[in-house]
């Protein structure tokens, strides 16, 4: 069946370095990779997305990059601030299905 | 403004009983989801429904049933608590077209 890993489950890193989390899918009809963000006790909530055509997108602090060969995508974020402590999410959908399959998610601490 | 909720937010049962967990979304979205979240699993999906008179099992289906008698309604019934059903549910509902997920804010459900 399909499957998303995600890595590392734990990330922690000074305010102003960057963070980087790592995707692998195996559906290789996958063909939109959105990245969720969950603060403490919130719902997860779309932060950037990527589309199977498209090898990069970035919005301002956070980008994405995605290898369709390797079935790798990843998100970035730059001068990471303490705001961006939260879980995140990976996730690969076929958008004919829209069956979406989450990684195990990243908790990312950024430290002041 | 369209919005999805969830209730109960929070409940205590016992194992044995029987659940339901409403969600209700005024977008007109066809596809409806409800997923489960535990430490060290993510987000995992335990049904989905494109559309009314429709459902389908996810990876986490055992002990759940939902049904799709509207397009704003889809009730997750956990026919006999277990103690391993203790968790946060999500809710979620998306856009035929892109594929992104809106969120409920949860529900906690404790079995005791």
């Known amino acids: 069946g399909e499957n998303v890993e995600q890595h590392p489950s734990t990330l922690s890193v000074q305010e102003g370095d960057s963070a980087v989390i790592k995707c692998t899918y195996s559906?290789?009809?996958?063909?939109?990779f959105p990245w969720y963000k969950q603060e403490l006790g919130k719902r997860p909530q779309l932060i950037i997305d990527?589309?199977?055509?498209?090898g990069e997108k970035k919005d301002q602090r956070i980008a994405v990059t995605l290898n369709k060969t390797a079935k790798h995508f990843s998100l970035h974020i730059t001068e990471t601030q303490p705001e961006d402590s939260a879980v995140y999410f990976c996730?690969?959908?076929?958008?004919?299905?829209?069956?979406?399959?989450f990684g195990a998610g990243t908790r990312l601490f950024v430290k002041a | 403004d369209a919005e999805i909720t969830q209730s109960p937010r929070h409940k205590i049962t016992e194992t044995g009983r029987q659940v339901t967990l409403a969600c209700h979304q005024t977008?007109?979205?066809?596809?409806m989801f409800w997923y489960r979240q535990d430490l060290g699993h993510g987000l995992r999906l335990i049904h989905y429904?494109?559309?009314?008179?429709?459902?389908n099992k996810g990876e986490v289906s055992d002990g759940y049933s939902v049904s799709r008698s509207n397009t704003e309604d889809l009730p997750l019934t956990l026919e006999s608590a277990a103690s391993s059903q203790t968790s946060v549910y999500f809710c979620?509902?998306?856009?035929?077209?892109?594929?992104?997920?809106?969120f409920g804010e949860g529900s906690r459900l404790t079995v005791l």
């Open positions: 977008w007109n979205h066809n596809n």
């Open positions: 429904s494109y559309g009314v008179q429709d459902t």
């Open positions: 979620a509902s998306s856009v035929e077209n892109t594929g992104e997920l809106f």
């Open positions: 990527i589309r199977s055509n498209v």
């Open positions: 996730a690969a959908i076929n958008t004919g299905g829209f069956k979406t399959i």
């Open positions: 559906d290789s009809a996958s063909n939109y």
